[in-house]
């Protein structure tokens, strides 16, 4: 069996404070040269969209309710940020060939393959019932114990490969919950 890549994708529905009232922005942190200061930022996605993940300027999405605040009155939001373990693998299809999309909820739109149509024409994703979309790669170079060729085919499995993601709250208390 040949190295090769496979290409998990997650449907995130992320309903915070109920399904409507979402928004998605890019979060983008930028070093400032020369020097020892940084910017970050948050650029709304106005409208459905693939996305590219840039690991330097630690891209994340950031998803907010409009009425969603802490006990300080700061906003509260969360943050998919990629785990990669390498990466991002872009194939012929076109639906990998974007790191992040973001749709609006339809409960029929459940294949990742389609995504270029689900975003086709793009509608609006400011304050609506959104969803995400994340493409994680995992490099697979078999090994003896994932299985081997029988009689010209491979029988096997891959039990050891890991990528993933994480959703950080931000503000979600107005202090730490560890100490007083």
């Given at each position: 069996m040949e190295p090769h890549v496979h290409n998990p994708i997650w449907r995130l529905d992320i309903d915070l404070n109920g399904w409507p009232n979402d928004s998605v922005s890019l979060g983008t942190h930028t070093e400032n040269l020369p020097g020892l200061t940084a910017t970050d930022?948050?650029?709304?996605i106005p409208l459905e969209a693939g996305l590219q993940w840039n690991p330097r300027a630690f891209h994340s999405l950031d998803v907010s309710d409009?009425?969603?605040?802490?006990?300080r009155g700061d906003k509260t939001y969360y943050q998919l940020i990629?785990?990669?373990?390498?990466?991002?693998?872009?194939?012929?299809?076109?639906?990998?060939?974007?790191d992040f999309w973001v749709t609006r909820y339809n409960a029929s739109e459940m294949s990742a393959k389609d995504l270029v149509s689900y975003i086709t024409p793009p509608k609006s994703v400011?304050?609506?019932?959104?969803?995400?979309?994340?493409?994680?790669?995992v490099h697979h170079h078999p090994r003896d114990e994932d299985g081997e060729v029988v009689n010209g085919a491979w029988h096997g499995v891959?039990?050891?490969?890991?990528?993933?993601?994480?959703?950080k709250p931000h503000n979600l208390f107005d202090r730490t919950p560890f100490y007083p």
């Open positions: 930022a948050e650029t709304l409009k009425f969603l605040v802490n006990g990629p785990l990669p373990t390498g990466g991002l693998s872009q194939h012929e299809e076109p639906f990998t060939k974007n400011t304050d609506a019932d959104i969803v995400l979309w994340y493409k994680g790669s891959a039990l050891l490969m890991w990528t993933g993601f994480m959703l």
